[in-house]
């Protein structure tokens, strides 16, 4: 693990945000007691990890009963489909707009059809479901696309500029929040939770009042790669 257990442990000592934790793991199940012991507080496992519904359905089951938020997400060559049967009993959808495995890669085109897909069985399903984008995401352009179809939570591994354009960038990310307008028409009603920021970088200080600290455990990228969709 590059980035795993300790981190979320001290993390935790240190501040009072939600830890939202993305285990790019081939075995979730074997290690989630350690990060639900560590203190986090959102855990997202690939659903491609799993060898059946029942492992999938012990994940869910596991991490309410410890008390915390659990989440699904899969590759980006995985049938978006596959998270359909789960949407109901998540508390958030992680979109992958790249593959897992390093940070820098560009966004993958027509993910924000996939973020439509996730919205539009949680309406039906889960209306509070938080939808989450990690991948690409700029506030140039990319933000404003997942957000329009019903994106919630963006996650930024890289910030241009750093620090000195932080305080803009988030500004700008605000903004596609404010301006989205989900499928089927459902603004305002929809979704009635406010979207929010995460960043896996350090930043200034005046610009951490809407960041979640990211924390994400990940093996060899390769052992995610190697699963099969299913």
């Known amino acids: 693990l590059t980035i795993g257990v300790p981190l979320v442990s001290q993390l935790k000592k240190i501040t009072d945000l939600p830890l939202d934790v993305h285990l790019m793991i081939s075995n979730p199940l074997e290690q989630l007691d350690w990060y639900l012991s560590a203190g986090a507080d959102i855990v997202t496992a690939h659903i491609e990890a799993f060898a059946s519904d029942a492992e999938v359905r012990e994940f869910i089951e596991r991490v309410r009963d410890a008390g915390k938020k659990p989440a699904l997400t899969l590759k980006p060559d995985c049938a978006i489909e596959s998270l359909d049967a789960y949407i109901a009993d998540l508390d958030m959808v992680l979109v992958m707009s790249v593959f897992p495995g390093f940070s820098g890669q560009s966004y993958i085109e027509g993910s924000e059809d996939r973020v439509a897909h996730v919205a539009h069985v949680a309406s039906k399903e889960n209306p509070l479901l938080l939808i989450e984008v990690d991948g690409g995401i700029s506030a140039s352009r990319t933000a404003g696309l997942v957000c329009a179809k019903g994106a919630d939570v963006l996650v930024l591994a890289n910030i241009p500029?750093?620090?000195?354009?932080?305080?803009?960038?988030?500004?700008?990310?605000?903004?596609?929040?404010?301006?989205?307008?989900f499928v089927d028409g459902h603004h305002g009603d929809f979704r009635p939770t406010p979207g929010f920021i995460q960043s896996t970088n350090h930043v200034?200080?005046?610009?951490?009042?809407?960041?979640?600290?990211?924390?994400?455990?990940?093996?060899?990228?390769?052992?995610?790669s190697q699963k099969r969709c299913g």
């Open 161 to 181: 500029g750093k620090t000195s354009m932080a305080g803009v960038i988030f500004q700008q990310m605000r903004h596609a929040f404010s301006t989205r307008q």
């Open 204 to 224: 200034a200080p005046d610009a951490t009042e809407t960041i979640n600290r990211y924390a994400y455990g990940h093996r060899s990228p390769a052992r995610i």
